[in-house]
């Protein structure tokens, strides 16, 4: 039995696409890690904002400029808010967690000299990488890795060892998009600044499920995406703390980000426009504010409970087939399982579910090196959010028998 507060079947109502049939059979969407489905409430904005409004922000003396700029910058409030930030300014819009990363790393860029060091988590997606990488050939700086035990879970201790005066720049993420590890970030925060490391948190994968507080954290940098939280896809922010914005040199030229603009000279604009360089997506940030209202009319407790017994349920129920193991295993998680059938290769599986009208996703989730670690091509991944039920949870155990029959 799974209780809720939720009312799960009108939530379900709220998500047109949840009505769809994929290859004759009613659609059972378990890729909620790559990107979540979008209820009304954000489509009627996106709908609202191209019907009423659209224009240009910022610039206009006109009446829809100024309806467009006032949305805008009060869906930065609402995100200010929501993850508790001291200031609407430390919010910085950008195209999604990758953009904001790469932001930031670019900034660091005359920051760092050869021999200073940047960690790195063990658990780590493409994007929370590769940045990194790409700042220490630039600098000549050193990437470290801090590692994980095979339960998916950071080793703690062997990373305040790796910490030390070296130590510039801490980055791990939330909640793992591969694994569904929620890592003791607060932890990692207070030993990074120990060492006056900054540190950058990869919340792409916590902020569906974990409300977030900026301050309590005392994080440096904090990164969303909107599609993974019910928002549009090609939106998302960059937190930073007001000191470190300040410090950080802008990241691209152009309109927007500019005072005053001569060919000797240019002078950039105070925060946030600093960072936001050229004609946002407007609509994107108005619909990523209404999908945190859509979140919070929920509630994050009631979803964390939900999902966390659909988590348990589902894996109590895949647990039971003979020969599939489940990767990452950590005491906490959000609603993320990972597996494989012992001697089936997991695209196999995830075509035979697609058949069945089940969407998970295979592959190496843009985690190369966690699978690496396994020393695996990849997983299955379903990945669970709260408009899911005990019912889809069943479909997709039936649907993994039989594809293991199939091919086995
Ligand atoms: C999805 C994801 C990203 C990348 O986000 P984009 O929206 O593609 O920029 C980074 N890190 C984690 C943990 C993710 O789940």
Not at 114 to 123: N, R, T
Not at 282 to 287: K, L, P, Y
Not at 295 to 310: D, F, R, V
Request: hydrophobic share 40%; charged share 20%.
């Amino acid at each position: 039995m799974i209780t809720t507060n939720l009312d799960i079947e009108t939530i379900r109502k709220d998500f047109p696409i949840l009505k769809r049939k994929v290859n004759g059979y009613p659609l059972v969407y378990l890729d909620n890690a790559a990107t979540s489905q979008t209820p009304k409430q954000v489509i009627d904005t996106i709908v609202d904002y191209y019907s009423r409004f659209n224009a240009n922000i910022h610039r206009g003396v006109h009446s829809l400029s100024q309806e467009a700029t006032d949305a805008y910058e009060n869906a930065r409030k609402k995100i200010q808010n929501h993850i508790n930030a001291v200031e609407p300014h430390e919010i910085i819009f950008t195209s999604g967690t990758t953009d904001s990363i790469n932001l930031v790393a670019s900034g660091f860029t005359s920051f760092l000299k050869k021999g200073d060091e940047v960690l790195v988590s063990a658990m780590e997606h493409h994007s929370n990488i590769v940045p990194w990488q790409m700042l220490c050939e630039r600098t000549g700086a050193i990437l470290k890795v801090i590692p994980m035990n095979p339960e998916g879970e950071l080793l703690i201790d062997e990373y305040a060892k790796l910490l030390s005066n070296n130590t510039k720049l801490v980055v791990c993420n939330h909640v793992s998009n591969a694994l569904g590890s929620i890592n003791p970030i607060e932890k990692i925060i207070s030993l990074a600044h120990e060492v006056d490391a900054a540190v950058l948190i990869d919340g792409a994968q916590a902020a569906p499920h974990i409300k977030i507080d900026v301050q309590k954290l005392n994080v440096d940098f904090y990164t969303v995406s909107a599609h993974k939280i019910c928002g549009p896809t090609g939106v998302g922010i960059l937190y930073g703390k007001e000191e470190w914005l300040k410090k950080l040199p802008p990241y691209q030229g152009g309109g927007e980000m500019i005072a005053e603009v001569t060919f000797e000279k240019t002078t950039y604009a105070d925060l946030p426009h600093k960072f936001e360089a050229g004609t946002p997506n407007i609509c994107g940030g108005i619909a990523f504010g209404a999908a945190i209202d859509y979140m919070n009319s929920l509630g994050y407790e009631a979803i964390a409970s939900y999902e966390k017994e659909l988590l348990e349920y589902a894996t109590e129920e895949l647990k039971s087939i003979k020969g599939l193991k489940i990767y990452g295993t950590s005491q906490h998680k959000t609603s993320v399982i990972s597996f494989n059938v012992e001697g089936i290769h997991p695209y196999d599986i995830g075509t035979i579910l697609d058949k069945l009208g089940i969407a998970v996703r295979t592959g190496h989730h843009c985690a190369q090196p966690i699978m690496d670690y396994y020393n695996i091509p990849g997983t299955i991944r379903a990945s669970f959010s709260f408009y899911n039920t005990k019912d889809e949870v069943d479909i997709l155990v039936e649907g993994v028998k039989k594809a293991k029959q199939m091919l086995s």
